[in-house]
């Protein structure tokens, strides 16, 4: 199984994304401590500012990156990109996520006991 798994819509949108901001190395996904469930998704640029920091996923041409302390919890995760005539953006399927508030903004998990 892949760590995480960048569909090529997903890919597309990174790349186009990072192409549009000078001196960025590609997207950062983060997991920000916010709403009902806990926790959530956030993408920024990547610049050149604490990579070391990060796991490095290349998909398809796109650079993703993913702070070290955040791996554990999207380990096997899909990221997606969907579009429709309200809008557009990035997806996530991530099968560590334990629940997720009504909104679906947030969600929640648990670190294994094993």
Do not use: Q
Request: hydrophobic share 35%.
């Amino acid at each position: 199984m892949d760590a995480i798994k960048v569909t090529a819509e997903a890919a597309e949108a990174i790349k186009s994304k990072t192409a549009a901001r000078d001196g960025a190395k590609g997207l950062r996904l983060t997991i920000k401590s916010t709403g009902c469930s806990g926790h959530s998704y956030e993408m920024e640029y990547a610049m050149d500012e604490n990579l070391a920091a990060d796991d490095k996923i290349e998909s398809n041409g796109a650079v993703l990156y993913i702070p070290k302390t955040n791996s554990w919890m999207l380990f096997g995760m899909e990221i997606g990109f969907a579009e429709d005539k309200m809008g557009s953006g990035f997806t996530f399927t991530n099968p560590n996520e334990t629940g997720r508030c009504g909104c679906g903004e947030s969600f929640s998990v648990e670190r294994s006991k094993a």
